[in-house]
């Protein structure tokens, strides 16, 4: 009922060239349809080839998009959040009130859910969850979820009725409840420290949802098993019951030409991160191709003003002004990365169009530099009391093609004559100057969530702090789309944000980021959670 699994990531490698060229020499390639040839069929182990290995199965922590992707399969959540609508619906929770300004949510459990150690998902349970996830563990190192705002306590109203307050409104917490932030987990695995729940431990974190981790190979490979006795699939899913699958075995491939020559040679049957150098290759053998959007915080160079050199917002904005966004999506990605018109991506929640903010205009941001008393040097690099205006930037490992991203507009800003040194981000310092904004002013990131929440998350002082801000303002804006239980009032908030943000030329959105995924034609039932993680449960193979 599968393919063949591959058993090590020196076999992936060793078939990469012959995929190649058995891909160019093929006459009958698979239509790639990706239309079921019938029901759907129960059995077989998918092989799935992952960019790069997880760090941690702590659900706050599983935003990498390697964590997500285990824990999305591995947990069940009170909520579902319908990926096409946007809308929250029941899984765990079956209904669910929340009070007029936000503070207060009781929820409703099914009766029938239990982790896979068979203890129960009861509400004593649920309540130890979003106890740690929304107050943290220091004796254990388990943070607070960047998801959950205000949060103050739980009480436990009876076996299958958990109530949740907070100490200010709290109206993205319903929307938190559906996220892989918040995948429920056993009372047991809670008492885990933050170490481990890292790799080398995945066998020992016991979750809810359809699978289970049986062997892990640290660092290359997962093995994941159907659980048998999974019966609480979200009541708008038209599968219940067990997954399809009866397992599915992850394999960590970071070599492109290997995760798609291992594709297109019937070796791996789905891949994640088919870059977009390789995406006509994967469509013309007949493959299925997936982009589904991340809808957060776009692909973005934030602009870190307290480094001297940026404090200027003349310098910022002559930055902003001298970074062609379209060249750099023309000249490295495809269709599937439209170009960026605001902080926030266009399928975001909340989303306004900041365009004219963010204009291409080489010879304004010359005028700019001209104005901050930047002159060119002897080399064309801009100097200033006895200052070169040069930059550093380091790639951005877990981003789509950061290194070669970042040296193109290098060169773009080489034209206003500003120097940008691109560093890698293997370097021993790497975690550390990035939360210096001397020795790193411009950083490459991005988040995804679908809720108003996302941009709080980004850049709050408390949360990611991408822009290492002491911008006060910049947090009481971002504290009210967190805080403001008027869904209109909250999307105006948002909205604000976004404004602020391009007024004040802190960051450089570049594209909207997708997560782009391969499959073989004879894999189906495809899905994804609401920004782009894949969702396994309702895949089947017809071969």
């Given at each position: 009922?599968?393919?063949?699994?591959?058993?090590?990531?020196?076999?992936?490698?060793?078939?990469?060239?012959?995929?190649?060229?058995?891909?160019?020499?093929?006459?009958?390639?698979?239509?790639?349809?990706?239309?079921?040839?019938?029901?759907?069929?129960?059995?077989?182990?998918?092989?799935?080839?992952?960019?790069?290995?997880?760090?941690?199965?702590?659900?706050?922590?599983?935003?990498?998009?390697?964590?997500?992707?285990?824990?999305?399969?591995?947990?069940?959540?009170?909520?579902?959040?319908?990926?096409?609508?946007?809308?929250?619906?029941?899984?765990?929770?079956?209904?669910?009130?929340?009070?007029?300004?936000?503070?207060?949510?009781?929820?409703?459990?099914?009766?029938?859910?239990?982790?896979?150690?068979?203890?129960?998902?009861?509400?004593?349970?649920?309540?130890?969850?979003?106890?740690?996830?929304?107050?943290?563990?220091?004796?254990?190192?388990?943070t607070i979820s960047e998801a959950i705002n205000n949060y103050e306590s739980s009480e436990v109203v009876d076996d299958d009725t958990v109530t949740f307050r907070f100490s200010a409104p709290s109206p993205g917490f319903l929307?938190?409840?559906?996220?892989?932030?918040?995948?429920?987990?056993?009372?047991?695995?809670?008492?885990?420290?933050?170490?481990?729940?890292?790799?080398?431990?995945?066998?020992?974190?016991?979750?809810?949802?359809?699978?289970?981790?049986?062997?892990?190979?640290?660092?290359?490979?997962?093995?994941?098993?159907?659980?048998?006795?999974?019966?609480?699939?979200?009541?708008?899913?038209?599968?219940?019951?067990?997954?399809?699958?009866?397992?599915?075995?992850?394999?960590?491939?970071?070599?492109?030409?290997?995760?798609?020559?291992?594709?297109?040679?019937?070796?791996?049957?789905?891949?994640?991160?088919?870059?977009?150098?390789?995406?006509?290759?994967?469509?013309?053998?007949?493959?299925?191709?997936?982009?589904?959007?991340?809808?957060?915080?776009?692909?973005?160079?934030?602009?870190?003003?307290?480094?001297?050199?940026?404090?200027?917002?003349?310098?910022?904005?002559?930055?902003?002004?001298?970074?062609?966004?379209?060249?750099?999506?023309?000249?490295?990605?495809?269709?599937?990365?439209?170009?960026?018109?605001?902080?926030?991506?266009?399928?975001?929640?909340?989303?306004?169009?900041?365009?004219?903010?963010?204009?291409?205009?080489?010879?304004?941001?010359?005028?700019?530099?001209?104005?901050?008393?930047?002159?060119?040097?002897?080399?064309?690099?801009?100097?200033?009391?006895?200052?070169?205006?040069?930059?550093?930037?380091?790639?951005?490992?877990?981003?789509?093609?950061?290194?070669?991203?970042?040296?193109?507009?290098?060169?773009?800003?080489?034209?206003?004559?500003?120097?940008?040194?691109?560093?890698?981000?293997?370097?021993?310092?790497?975690?550390?100057?990035?939360?210096?904004?001397?020795?790193?002013?411009?950083?490459?990131?991005?988040?995804?969530?679908?809720?108003?929440?996302?941009?709080?998350?980004?850049?709050?002082?408390?949360?990611?702090?991408?822009?290492?801000?002491?911008?006060?303002?910049?947090?009481?804006?971002?504290?009210?789309v967190a805080s403001e239980p008027d869904p209109a009032e909250r999307v105006e908030a948002s909205q604000a944000v976004q404004d602020y943000l391009a007024e004040q030329a802190y960051v450089i959105p570049l594209f909207e980021?997708?997560?782009?995924?391969?499959?073989?034609?004879?894999?189906?039932?495809?899905?994804?959670?609401?920004?782009?993680?894949?969702?396994?449960?309702?895949?089947?193979?017809?071969?």
């Amino acid at each position: 009922m599968s393919r063949p699994a591959v058993r090590a990531v020196a076999a992936l490698a060793a078939i990469a060239t012959a995929a190649t060229l058995a891909s160019c020499a093929s006459s009958s390639a698979p239509s790639g349809s990706g239309e079921p040839a019938g029901d759907p069929v129960t059995g077989g182990t998918l092989t799935y080839l992952e960019h790069q290995t997880y760090t941690n199965l702590y659900p706050p922590q599983a935003g990498f998009y390697p964590n997500g992707g285990i824990v999305n399969n591995i947990t069940a959540r009170l909520t579902w959040q319908n990926p096409e609508t946007l809308e929250i619906e029941p899984w765990i929770a079956t209904e669910w009130t929340v009070n007029e300004n936000a503070t207060e949510y009781t929820f409703e459990l099914r009766d029938d859910a239990t982790f896979s150690d068979g203890t129960p998902i009861d509400a004593a349970a649920v309540a130890k969850n979003f106890d740690t996830y929304g107050l943290g563990n220091p004796d254990l190192g388990l943070t607070i979820s960047e998801a959950i705002n205000n949060y103050e306590s739980s009480e436990v109203v009876d076996d299958d009725t958990v109530t949740f307050r907070f100490s200010a409104p709290s109206p993205g917490f319903l929307q938190a409840t559906s996220t892989i932030n918040s995948g429920l987990l056993s009372p047991d695995t809670l008492d885990r420290s933050l170490e481990e729940f890292g790799a080398g431990n995945a066998t020992e974190i016991v979750g809810s949802g359809p699978f289970v981790i049986t062997d892990e190979k640290l660092g290359t490979e997962l093995t994941f098993e159907a659980r048998e006795d999974y019966d609480w699939a979200p009541p708008s899913f038209e599968h219940q019951g067990r997954a399809y699958l009866d397992g599915i075995h992850l394999i960590v491939a970071p070599e492109d030409s290997v995760r798609i020559g291992s594709l297109l040679a019937g070796q791996a049957d789905y891949i994640r991160y088919v870059q977009a150098f390789d995406e006509a290759r994967v469509e013309s053998a007949g493959f299925e191709l997936h982009a589904p959007q991340t809808r957060g915080v776009n692909n973005s160079i934030g602009l870190r003003f307290t480094n001297p050199l940026l404090s200027d917002i003349r310098v910022r904005q002559a930055l902003v002004a001298g970074v062609d966004a379209q060249e750099v999506v023309d000249t490295i990605f495809t269709a599937n990365y439209p170009k960026a018109t605001s902080a926030l991506s266009s399928t975001a929640l909340g989303y306004k169009d900041e365009s004219s903010f963010y204009e291409y205009d080489p010879e304004k941001a010359q005028e700019l530099l001209d104005e901050a008393g930047w002159e060119p040097g002897s080399d064309g690099i801009r100097e200033k009391d006895g200052q070169r205006l040069s930059l550093t930037v380091y790639e951005a490992k877990p981003q789509p093609l950061s290194k070669q991203t970042l040296e193109l507009i290098a060169q773009q800003l080489k034209k206003i004559g500003v120097e940008l040194n691109v560093k890698s981000a293997d370097a021993g310092t790497y975690a550390e100057d990035i939360q210096d904004p001397l020795k790193t002013p411009l950083y490459h990131s991005m988040v995804g969530r679908a809720d108003l929440d996302v941009i709080k998350s980004q850049y709050h002082t408390q949360n990611r702090d991408t822009l290492l801000s002491d911008d006060a303002e910049l947090d009481r804006l971002l504290e009210v789309v967190a805080s403001e239980p008027d869904p209109a009032e909250r999307v105006e908030a948002s909205q604000a944000v976004q404004d602020y943000l391009a007024e004040q030329a802190y960051v450089i959105p570049l594209f909207e980021e997708p997560q782009v995924y391969g499959t073989a034609p004879y894999v189906h039932g495809v899905e994804f959670e609401s920004v782009g993680r894949p969702l396994f449960y309702d895949v089947w193979l017809d071969e």
